[in-house]
C-alpha cells in the first residue's frame, strides 16, 4: 500500500502542473529506496532479537507417554517371580523462570504396573496397582544472579545494544536523505547553471552581431569580430558542458528516487536562495548537540560496562535455596490412582541448600579483567568521540557563518557585475567603447553569477549536514 501512494505521489508529481519540493522530494526517496526499506526491516529486527532475549522467562509445558517392558532378572518385580514387568506412564509438566530468578516447576505423573506372576500372595496386591505424583519444585539464586540481577543486568545490555544498533540504522539512513539532497541541490544548480550559460550564449550571439553589424558599416575591425566569434564559441562549449552537467544530476535524482530510465522525470523546484539555520535540522529536542556517531559510541560504552558487570555476575559463588513437594497416590490401576493425585495424606517434601565455587585461576581473573577493560576502552572511545563532535559541531557552524558572508560577497559582485556589463553594453551601443571591454564585462558577470550559485549550492549542501546530528540531555 504504501509503494502503490508513491507511485501515485510520483506521477503526480510529474504533470506539468505540479512541481516537487525537497521534502516531497525526500518523502519519495525514503518509500523508494531500497537501502532505507533495509535498514528499516533491519531495525525490527533489531527490536525483535532484543524481545527474544527473554526466550528462557517463556513458560515451557512438556508431555511424555512411555511404555516400559522389563525382563531383567535384578530387577524388583523379578525378586518376586514376575517374569516381564509393564509399565505404562504418563507424565504432563509446566515450568516457568521469572525475572526474579525464581524457577518453578509444577508436574504431574501417572503409571500403571502390570507384574503377572507374584507367587507370594502377600505381595499378590502388587501384580496389578496404579501410582501417581503431583508436585511443584522451585529454586531461587542467592549469590549468583541474586533475585534475578543476572536477568537485570542482561536487559540492560541488550536495550542498549539494541538503542545502538538501531541508531546505527539511523545514521546510515541520514545519510541516504543526506546524499539524496545533495543530489536534489545539484540538479537545481545544474538547472541554474543552463539557464546562465544559455542566457550568456545567448547575449554573446547579440555582440556578435552587433560586431558583425558594425564592422559591415566600417566602425569596427575584423578583429572585434573574431573576438565576438570566439566569445559565442567559448559560451557554446558551457552549454554543452552545462547541458551533461544537468544530464549527470538527473541521474543523481533518479538513482536517489530508483526510477528508472523510461520513467517519466519529475518536476522538481526549489530555491537556491532561501537559506535554513542548521539547527533546524537537528532532531531532537533541548539539550547537547553531538554526531549520532558519537552517540552510537555512547551506547556501545554503557553496553560494554553492563556486560562487564554480566562477567562479574557470571563468575559469583552460586548459593541456591530449593525445595520440593509432591503426592503419593496408590490405587489400585491408573484411573484409580489418579483420582487420589490430590491426596496429601503420604507426600514427599524436600529442602536443599546448593553451593558452588569457582576457583579464582588465570583463567578466571582474565575473563572479568578482560571484560572491564573491554568497558574501559569503549568508554575512552566514546569520549573521543564525543570531544570530536562538539569540534565538528562548532566547525561546521564556523563554516556555515563564514559561506554565508561569503554569499553575502558574491551577492554584491554579482550585481555590480551585471550592473558593469550592462553599462558597457549601453556605452558599445553608442560607439564609446571598444568590443574587448564589452566581452570582458559579459565574462565577468557569467562567472559571477556561475560562482553565486555555486556558493549558494554549497551553503544548501552543508546545511544538510545537520541531519547527521541530533540532540540529547546533559
Sequence with gaps: MKSQVCIALLLFCSSPSFAMNLQEYLKVVESNHRSIKALDYAKEAYDDANLAGDIDLVPAVGAEISYLSDKNPLSQFALFGVPESKQLSYNLGLQKKFSSGTSAKVWGTVTQFDNPGIQNPEFARYSRFGYGQLGLTLSQSLWKDAFGRGTRLRWERQDADTAAKKGDADYKIRGVLVQAE?????????????????????????????????????????????????????????????????????????????????????????????????????????????????????????????????????????????????????????????????????????????????????????????????????????????????????????????????????????????????????????????????????????TAELNLSRLKTEQRKMEAQGRLYMTVEE
Excluded: C
Design 182 to 446: 545533495v543530489a536534489y541541490w545539484e540538479y537545481l544548480y545544474a538547472v541554474e547553471n543552463l539557464k546562465t550559460a544559455q542566457g550568456s550564449l545567448d547575449r554573446a550571439k547579440k555582440i556578435e552581431s552587433w560586431t558583425r553589424r558594425r564592422v559591415n558599416d566600417g566602425i569596427s575591425d575584423r578583429a572585434d569580430l573574431l573576438q565576438g566569434q570566439a566569445l559565442v564559441a567559448g559560451r557554446q562549449l558551457l552549454l554543452i558542458t552545462a547541458e551533461d552537467d544537468l544530464q549527470s544530476a538527473k541521474k543523481a535524482v533518479r538513482d536517489a528516487m530508483e526510477l528508472k530510465d523510461s520513467d517519466p522525470f519529475p518536476v522538481i523546484e526549489g530555491d537556491l536562495s532561501v537559506s535554513r539555520p542548521i539547527n533546524s535540522m537537528v532532531t531532537g529536542g533541548k539539550g547537547r548537540v553531538v554526531q549520532i556517531e558519537a552517540y552510537i559510541k555512547s551506547l556501545d560504552a554503557k553496553a560494554a560496562a553492563v556486560s562487564a558487570d554480566e562477567v562479574e555476575d557470571k563468575f559469583r559463588p552460586d548459593l541456591v535455596l530449593s525445595g520440593s513437594y509432591n503426592t503419593n497416590a496408590l490405587g489400585q490401576d491408573m484411573p484409580e490412582a489418579s483420582q487420589n493425585l490430590g491426596d496429601f495424606d503420604r507426600p514427599t517434601a524436600k529442602v536443599s541448600l546448593t553451593f558452588q565455587y569457582l576457583f579464582d585461576t588465570s583463567v578466571k581473573k582474565a575473563a572479568k579483567d578482560g571484560a572491564r577493560k573491554q568497558a574501559l576502552a569503549n568508554r575512552m572511545l566514546a569520549e573521543r568521540q564525543l570531544l570530536e563532535s562538539d569540534s565538528a559541531w562548532s566547525e561546521l557552524n564556523r563554516r556555515y557563518i563564514e559561506m554565508s558572508k561569503r554569499v553575502e560577497s558574491a551577492e554584491q559582485v554579482h550585481k555590480l557585475q551585471n550592473d558593469r556589463a550592462r553599462a558597457t553594453n549601453d556605452l558599445f551601443n553608442k560607439g564609446r567603447t571598444i568590443t574587448m571591454n564589452v566581452i570582458d564585462a559579459e565574462n565577468d558577470a557569467a
